[in-house]
């Protein structure tokens, strides 16, 4: 069992950064693939970026590419999200999530077990 926690989320004008975090309980966190899913209200909750174990290899959604950085201290079982010039569609609750997938990259939401509770990020035009 993984229990994840997020925070770091926020109201933010368009074109600022927030830095999300997911702290993960378990011995062998760096054993598992890490991703950030978003969903605003409304829509389907969406892939964002993903990390593998190691942190050696990461994707990510083409509307964040160039923006969002997602990383991992596997020293401290996190995982992050850095996201710069933000803009108001990025509004959405951002949700952790992680597993032990045997394909890369994983994009598909059912594909992952363990799940934050999410995090709120607002942003204001």
């Known amino acids: 069992q993984v229990q994840l926690v997020e925070s770091g989320g926020g109201l933010v004008q368009a074109g600022g950064s927030l830095r999300l975090s997911c702290a993960a309980s378990?011995?062998?966190?760096?054993?598992?693939?890490a991703a950030w899913f978003r969903q605003a209200p409304g829509k389907e909750r969406e892939f964002v970026a993903t990390?593998?174990?190691?942190?050696?290899?990461?994707d990510y959604a083409d509307s964040v590419k160039g923006r969002f950085t997602i990383s991992r201290d596997n020293a401290k079982n996190t995982v992050y999200l850095q996201m710069n010039s933000l803009r108001p569609e990025d509004t959405a609750v951002y949700y952790c999530?992680?597993?032990?997938?045997?394909?890369?990259?994983?994009?598909?939401?059912?594909?992952?077990?363990?799940w934050g509770q999410g995090t709120q990020v607002t942003v204001s035009s």
């Open positions: 999530a992680v597993d032990q997938v045997t394909a890369w990259p994983v994009r598909n939401r059912y594909e992952y077990d363990y």
């Open positions: 990390v593998s174990g190691g942190g050696a290899y990461t």
């Open positions: 378990g011995r062998t966190f760096r054993s598992y693939a």
